[in-house]
């Protein structure tokens, strides 16, 4: 099943999908900001085009792990999502998702010239990878206690 993972952002939108298996992420597409339900009308077009069977939006949180002001928008996000599709809809803690980003473009030794502008769609595959990863984990985890 693919998962289509976002990062919403102020100006923009990181898009980011996972292969059939649900193992890896790669980015998609950054979609500009416009408000949102025209935000949750493109994001449930876009899942569907991809045949998703799920979306996971990051959700930043304060250091106590409660929503901060961009995380409460993410979850109105989610909830506007939710009234326009019947694809499971999930909020993923997406604390330093940004930051990583940029420090995975240095660590790749991409220039500084290109490490300027958009990380919405790095911080989209960040936030979906470590859903994956704990997705993965979890059932690695249930298959070999049993």
């Known amino acids: 099943m693919r998962i289509i993972g976002i990062d919403p952002g102020e100006k923009n939108i990181g898009v980011a999908i996972s292969d059939p298996t649900g193992t890896l992420a790669r980015p998609l597409m950054i979609l500009q900001h416009v408000s949102r339900q025209d935000d949750a009308h493109n994001l449930v077009r876009v899942a569907g ?10 959700m930043a949180t304060d250091l106590d792990g409660k929503p901060n002001l961009s995380g409460r928008k993410a979850r109105r996000l989610a909830a506007e999502i939710r009234t326009k599709t019947t694809i499971p809809v999930e909020l993923w803690d997406e604390s330093f998702s940004t930051q990583i980003a940029r420090k995975a473009k240095l660590q790749v030794g991409t220039r500084r010239k290109f490490r ?3 990380l919405d769609d790095i911080a989209a595959v960040i936030i979906l990878q470590s859903y994956l990863d704990y997705q993965n984990k979890s059932q690695f985890n249930a298959t070999n206690t049993t």
């Open 49 to 58: 085009e991809e045949n998703a069977g799920k979306i996971v939006i990051g």
């Open 116 to 118: 300027q502008g958009h």
